[in-house]
Structures are given as C-alpha cells and as structure tokens.
C-alpha cells in the first residue's frame, strides 16, 4: 500500500497543528511573564516611602523655583504654626459666611 503522506509527517491534519503551536507560544509567553513578574518584585526588598525633605533639598536642583517660592503666601503656609507664623487675629474675631458664624480663638 503506498501513502501519500511524506515521511516523517505523521496522520494529525495540517489545520490541528497551528492553534497546538499557538497554544504552546502563547503558554511559554504566560509563564516567562509571570517569572520576570515575580523577579522584579523579589528586588524589592521594601517598599517605597515617600517622606518630607524639606524646601532646602529642593533649593540645590531647582534654586529660582525656590526663590520664587519663598515670598509666596503658599511657603508660609507650610510654616510649623506658632505665636511668630499665624498672623489672624485669634482673640474672638468673628465670621459670618453663608448663614454661619466662624469665631477664631487660642485653646
């Protein structure tokens, strides 16, 4: 009996065989994602927190940013708030807003 099929071909149809490979592919993909995935998070040994530097660590990269900065209402604002930093009149001034009443005092 003689065969059509060239050696080595095996019986499994042409159109079978594309979708296995791409199943292959696409699962080689997944688990070679998921290994670098876990790899980068491995390196990180801690996470990242973010903390206040201070306006003079600004100063050094970014010096008339700061400059500019320095005079503005928002500069004095981040000022730690003490007898010298809070200018409002905090002995019983009032405020009337929308119905409201607002009275500014010291504890």
């Known amino acids: 009996m003689r065969s059509d099929n060239p050696v080595g071909q095996g019986d499994a149809p042409p159109p079978l065989r594309r979708p296995v490979a791409l199943l292959v592919v696409a699962g080689v993909l997944l688990v070679a994602t998921l290994a670098l995935m876990l790899a980068v998070r491995a390196g990180r040994s801690r996470p ?3 903390t206040y530097v201070g306006s003079e660590r600004c ?3 970014h010096p008339s940013e ?3 900065w ?3 209402n928002h500069a004095r604002a981040m000022q730690v708030a003490n007898e ?3 200018l409002g009149d905090f002995n019983g001034a009032t405020l009337e807003h ?3 009443t ?4 010291r504890k």
């Open 48 to 50: 990242v927190v973010a």
């Open 59 to 61: 100063e050094g990269c």
């Open 66 to 68: 700061t400059a500019a």
């Open 70 to 72: 320095r005079p503005s």
């Open 84 to 86: 010298k930093t809070v």
């Open 98 to 100: 929308r119905g409201k």
């Open 102 to 105: 607002w009275r500014f005092f």
